[in-house]
Nanobody
């Protein structure tokens, strides 16, 4: 059974940095891609960043230049380094893993809260 466990959330002041980790219970190379999504209070869940099996990355415009997604296949872990944080980055951050070829399945972690104070 696939399990994704996020960690690293917390409270940080605007302009600060925070790093998130997502540890998978299986070999992450089996996933097509992994990513981070976030959901702020009263808003829909949105894409933050993704990284493919081959290492190709994709970012939401709102975080480009500030956030960096990376992966360590040996540790079965994906990371999100967040710099220059803004109050609008406050949200629950979720780790996602996409598996499959013809039929795709998404696995989700339970989320970790990031709060950026002004």
């Amino acid at each position: 059974q696939v399990q994704l466990l996020e960690s690293g959330g917390g409270l940080v002041q605007a302009g600060g940095s925070l790093g998130l980790s997502c540890a998978a219970s299986v070999n992450i190379f089996s996933f097509n891609a992994m990513g981070w999504y976030r959901q702020a209070p009263g808003k829909q869940r949105e894409l933050v960043a993704t990284i493919s099996r081959g290492g190709t990355t994709n970012y939401a415009d709102s975080v480009k230049g500030r956030f960096t997604i990376s992966r360590d296949n040996d540790k079965n872990t994906v990371y999100l380094q967040m710099n220059s944080l803004k109050p609008e980055d406050t949200a629950v951050y979720y780790c996602d893993a996409e598996w499959g070829s013809i039929s795709l399945t998404d696995y989700w972690g339970k989320g970790t809260l990031v709060t950026v104070s002004s």
